[in-house]
């Protein structure tokens, strides 16, 4: 046994072994942040298109002074797609490269869904004067959900 721990093939073995292990380590890592970006980039890409019909259904929504009805259904529609949206977004662990930004994407979306909130009970509180800041924000932000969702495909695609 003395004689086994003195030769230097057996350290060799050794240190063969453990580089081979971490090697292994790390392409099982590197093969799941593969496998993790190809998920997210196929989920954004579907969340993107879906969000973009709900944000043009938004700007086109009437004037919530002249279909009060018409408008908070709408906006109950929007706030209900967007939020699925959020909640499959949220399902999703992002690569390292994207955790940032995928973390601005639900942030913001997040803000939307509080600002929609907020129109709906000023428009059932008679608040109509107080709905366009709300509405003008709510685009902002809209806006940078997509602009967040370009810049985490576009870094995915790489």
């Known amino acids: 046994m003395k004689k086994t721990l003195k ?9 063969i072994g453990i580089a081979i292990i971490i090697a292994g380590l790390a392409l099982f890592y590197y093969s799941d942040e593969k496998r993790l970006e190809k998920e997210q980039l196929s989920a954004l890409k579907l969340s993107q298109k879906n969000l973009e019909k709900d ?7 009437p004037d919530a002074k002249k279909n009060k ?28 490269k994207t955790v940032y930004i995928h973390t601005g994407v639900l942030d913001n979306l ?8 907020s129109v709906d009970l000023l428009i059932d509180n008679k608040h109509e004067d107080a709905v366009k800041p709300f509405e003008d924000y709510i685009d902002d932000l809209m806006l940078y959900v997509n ?3 370009e810049k985490q495909i576009k870094k995915l695609s790489k």
């Open 7 to 15: 030769s230097g093939s057996f350290w060799i073995g050794i240190v």
């Open 110 to 117: 997040e803000l939307i869904l509080d600002n929609l909130d």
């Open 55 to 61: 944000f043009k259904e938004f700007k086109s929504l």
């Open 69 to 96: 009805k018409q408008y908070v259904k709408q906006i109950d529609k929007i706030s209900n797609s967007i939020e699925y949206e959020y909640n499959d977004l949220v399902e999703i662990e992002p690569p390292e």
């Open 147 to 149: 602009k967040d969702i």
